[in-house]
């Protein structure tokens, strides 16, 4: 038993509703198109999980948050792809994969071809259990990846307020769950590895700012060690958890955010792999020209900074879906995919964002006692990266923009001078195109000084102008002698109608005793040279001339 497909979708998170979306907008045929997931609903929006889901009055609750509301589109329920005709196969797991012979073996024994893949399978959470820990399957430890995950921290954490709360990690996760967890009247305590919070993007001041605030809600930081073990009552429940050096903190419930693993299980050994995910190319190609990925399981080439990696963000998932699919259905109009790393967050009240890369040298700026400050990086003489807490949208708009330009950097001391003020004028200038590659042989040269888009124009004028003199000046010539000639045999006057180029204009007016440039009322001129004969003693048939200047029988010399 099988169906085919001319397109199948593998995963159904953020990703997969952003590829139906572009499908949708492209015109897909009704019964071409299928999303088969594990999970047992259409796809959603997952920020939504560790933020208003969690929410005591009020939560967050589907269908509100199905994708693609995430990127102010509209809101993909069931009804949606059922009139559209699209596929969805959901609560189903794939078990194999044959991308040779482009089918999928389902746990139920159906086998699903298709033409076209695109590979949205995302990640999973890392589990204790991989770091020599054992526990997870306790009733009060919770994870943090899907709506099931999310459910369960709802229901222990309603059923432990005033209680305690242990957070292992302090990245995406750990954060955005602990601000939760303190809203919810839970008392928490914070547990990482690292020197401080979020260390892989924030800087060590940026991240105190954080941390300070956090301490003033409630929150306990125990940084620099690491869960050893639980202590567990005799239900099997978790009591304690218990640190390397020893420490034991009393807990109610446990969330782990440890990272997260990119799912290629069933692809290892068919495609290739490069930072443990799927390497895909600029049109998110992997190395079947069949099948694509995108999302939290593709590592692909970021054009701003000439190297592959792998991004775990939502908007990342959006964008290189909505690419992928239109690398498929219109290859030829399809360039590669330009995206500028992005990532961001909101907790209590606070709200930040930062584009690019977090490399080379950072400069601080703005108030971190009040409530907008950030930063920039600086990289081999050029702006990489900008973070900002407390902006505008329209602040923003600017950092990003400003980041995309990558402009040159000299004064590092005037750069935190200016602060955001400095993104704000960048981005007002005129637009640059990127920089530009190009392929030597093996090698590529990166031109980083923006090119100009009036540069090429100019050129192109010039070339122009260049051509429609010469032209004007060979006829010219070859006029001139023929008026000579003509002059000679006795003909009387000349005459001069100008209607055509401006340059022409000004070489006429050096070169033909042109009196009046001014006066003229066509903007442009050339020259016809008009034979008056002797026997009408008129002006000749002027052609639609607008003026003629009378050079009193005389032709000027060639110059």
Request: net charge neutral; glycine share 10%; hydrophobic share 40%.
């Amino acid at each position: 038993m099988g169906r085919a497909f001319v397109y199948v979708i593998l995963g159904g998170g953020v990703a997969a509703g952003y590829a139906a979306l572009e499908f949708a907008d492209r015109g897909v045929p009704p019964g071409e198109l299928c999303i088969i997931s594990e999970e047992p609903v259409a796809p959603y929006e997952r920020p939504a999980l560790s933020k208003g889901y969690l929410l005591p009055e009020a939560p967050a609750r589907l269908p509100s948050f199905h994708t693609c509301v995430g990127a102010n589109e509209e809101r993909l329920t069931p009804k949606w792809y059922k009139e559209r005709g699209i596929e969805l196969v959901l609560g189903t797991r794939v078990k194999s994969t044959d991308v040779r012979r482009k089918t999928l073996l389902t746990a139920t024994g159906e086998t699903i071809s298709y033409k076209f893949l695109i590979i949205a399978t995302g990640a999973r959470a890392l589990q204790l259990e991989e770091f020599g820990v054992n526990g997870s399957d306790a009733e009060n430890v919770c994870y943090l990846r899907n709506l099931a995950d999310a459910n369960r921290i709802v229901d222990v954490m309603q059923s432990c307020s005033g209680g305690n709360a242990v957070v292992i990690g302090g990245g995406y996760i750990g954060m955005e769950c602990a601000a939760s967890l303190v809203i919810n009247k839970v008392n928490v305590t914070m547990v990482f590895p690292e020197a401080q919070c979020m260390a892989r993007l924030f800087t060590p001041k940026i991240a105190s700012f954080y941390e300070d605030y956090y301490v003033s809600k409630g929150v306990k930081f125990i940084k620099g060690t690491v869960l050893s073990s639980f202590d567990f009552d005799s239900n099997g429940k978790v009591t304690a958890v218990i640190l390397r050096d020893g420490s034991r903190l009393p807990a109610d419930m446990v969330v782990v955010g440890i990272g997260i693993r990119p799912n290629t299980t069933l692809f290892e050994g068919q495609l290739t792999l490069e930072k443990g995910a799927i390497k895909v190319n600029g049109r998110l190609q992997s190395s079947n020209s069949s099948v694509y990925a995108v999302g939290d399981v593709a590592t692909f080439p970021v054009k701003l900074f000439g190297e592959t990696r792998r991004l775990e963000h939502v908007d990342s998932a959006r964008k290189s879906a909505r690419h992928a699919v239109a690398a498929i259905m219109d290859p030829e109009k399809t360039g590669e995919y330009d995206y500028l790393p992005f990532f961001y967050s909101r907790v209590f009240t606070l709200s930040w964002q930062f584009y690019g890369d977090n490399a080379g040298e950072v400069i601080h700026f703005g108030d971190f006692s009040g409530s907008k400050f950030g930063a920039y990086w600086v990289s081999k003489g050029h702006l990489v990266g900008s973070f900002l807490e407390g902006g505008t949208k329209e602040d923003y708009e600017a950092i990003a923009k400003a980041t995309r330009l990558r402009p040159v950097i000299d004064d590092l001391a005037m750069l935190e001078t200016q602060g955001l003020g400095f993104a704000l004028a960048v981005s007002q200038k005129p637009s640059t195109s990127p920089p530009v590659e190009i392929s030597i042989s093996t090698s590529t040269v990166v031109l980083e000084k923006p090119v100009y888009v009036w540069h090429a124009t100019a050129g192109v004028v010039v070339a122009a102008s260049v051509a429609a003199f010469a032209y004007w000046y060979g006829r010219r010539r070859r006029r001139i002698q023929l008026a000579r000639h003509l002059y000679g045999t006795g003909f009387g006057r000349i005459c001069v109608d100008f209607s055509q180029s401006p340059f022409a204009q000004t070489v006429l007016a050096e070169r033909l005793w042109c009196y009046d440039p001014a006066s003229w009322l066509s903007p442009s001129a050339y020259v016809q040279g008009l034979l008056l004969s002797r026997l009408g003693g008129g002006p000749g048939p002027s052609f639609g001339m607008t003026r003629t200047l009378t050079l009193n029988n005389r032709v000027p010399e060639p110059h």
